[in-house]
């Protein structure tokens, strides 16, 4: 069974380039494609968006395992996002060997923890079902690049990327991590409220370049995590700042 099967994203429902809904995958791998479904597909939607609204918003509830979660967020695509997530992470497990670090990568349509962290591969399966992540240079690491082509675009409509994103928060074997790093995808959209709302988050790094239309979105981004009550340290230049401030709370 692949991957995917296993998953049972967005219900076991799937969306191929021909466009009408199909059973659920039959390989590892799929390209998926966000056209309107029809028949029972379509019903199978509107069940699942109905049920969503009629939740409101989400408790918090902590990654099991996982003691503080950091998030890299930046306003725009390009400025060094995913660059500084892994650089953090590194530093991290390099500042103290005995601390577990996990980088998880919830840029679902342009991931690039994989690359950067030289991993290639599908996740296995522990026995309670849940994906274990990869490991390179001490850092466990788990990316929607991992589950689909590096060349193969996933074209999805929002209701399935918040069900990915809530299986890569949920159904992911970390063990136990002292920090997990989370790649954002840029901007200030469904993806990074879906997170904010969802798990506790001990503070954001927003990067941004010094050009003023990056800026300005920087602090877009800055104050959206403001308004969902996440500690929000702006731009690249005070990360190390965060970082010490997290190893040595009592300063």
Request: aromatic share 4%; glycine share 12%.
């Amino acid at each position: 069974m692949g991957i995917w099967q296993r998953l049972l994203l967005f219900g076991g429902v799937s969306l191929r380039a021909g466009g009408g809904a199909t059973a659920p995958l039959g390989g590892s791998r799929a390209m998926v494609c966000g056209r309107q479904l029809s028949g029972a597909g379509s019903e199978t939607l509107k069940q699942r968006r109905t049920q969503i609204m009629s939740r409101g918003l989400p408790k918090q509830k902590p990654i099991e395992g996982v003691k503080q979660v950091i998030v890299v967020a930046s306003g725009k695509g390009g400025v060094g996002k995913s660059t500084t997530a892994v650089n953090l992470a590194l530093a991290l497990a390099a500042n103290d060997s005995s601390k577990a670090i996990g980088l998880l990568d919830v840029d679902v349509y342009g991931p690039s923890v994989p690359k950067m962290m030289n991993l290639k591969g599908n996740p296995e399966l522990s026995q309670s079902n849940l994906m274990r992540p990869l490991l390179n240079y001490g850092i466990a690491c788990m990316s929607m690049g991992f589950l689909v082509e590096e060349s193969e675009p996933v074209v999805w409509r929002g209701l399935m990327v918040m069900s990915a994103i809530e299986k890569l928060l949920r159904q992911v074997d970390w063990g136990q991590l002292d920090y997990l790093v989370v790649d954002m995808p840029p901007g200030t959209g469904d993806v990074q409220l879906s997170v904010s709302q969802n798990i506790p988050i001990t503070g954001a790094v927003i990067v941004s370049t010094p050009q003023d239309i990056a800026l300005m979105d920087a602090h877009k981004g800055a104050e959206m995590f403001r308004r969902v009550h996440v500690p929000a340290k702006a731009y690249l230049r005070i990360a190390v700042e965060v970082v010490r401030r997290l190893l040595s709370p009592s300063e």
